[in-house]
Nanobody, 114 residues
Framework: QVQLVESGGGLVQAGGSLRLSCVAS????????MGWYRQAPGKQREWVAV?????????NYADSVKGRFTISRDNAKNTVYLQMNSLKPEDTAVYYC??????WGQGTQVTVSS
């Protein structure tokens, strides 16, 4: 059974940085593309970033985070990361990692104060 556990969220001032981690178990991690999504209060969950399977040579980002966020993976640790810099209050949300098409973590809260 696939299990994804996110961590690294917290409260940060605008302009600050956080690094989220998502550790996967119960699956061949390196064979799966990984994504980060977020859901703000009262809004639908939205895609943030994706990284390809294997070495993760291909990445893509939502326009709202491009240039500020970086997704990466460490297959030896079964972990995907989201480095978030220059955070804005509108980045406040619960952040979820996704493995493949259907496996989700429980989420980690990110709150950015102005």
């Amino acid at each position: 059974q696939v299990q994804l556990v996110e961590s690294g969220g917290g409260l940060v001032q605008a302009g600050g940085s956080l690094r989220l981690s998502c550790v996967a178990s119960g699956t061949m991690f390196s064979l799966n593309a990984m994504g980060w999504y977020r859901q703000a209060p009262g809004k639908q969950r939205e895609w943030v970033a994706v990284i390809s399977s294997g070495s993760g040579g291909n990445t893509n980002y939502a326009d709202s985070v491009k240039g500020r966020f970086t997704i990466s993976r460490d297959n030896a640790k079964n972990t995907v990361y989201l480095q978030m810099n220059s955070l804005k209050p509108e980045d406040t949300a619960v952040y979820y990692c996704k493995l493949g098409k259907n496996s989700w973590g429980q989420g980690t809260q990110v709150t950015v104060s102005s």
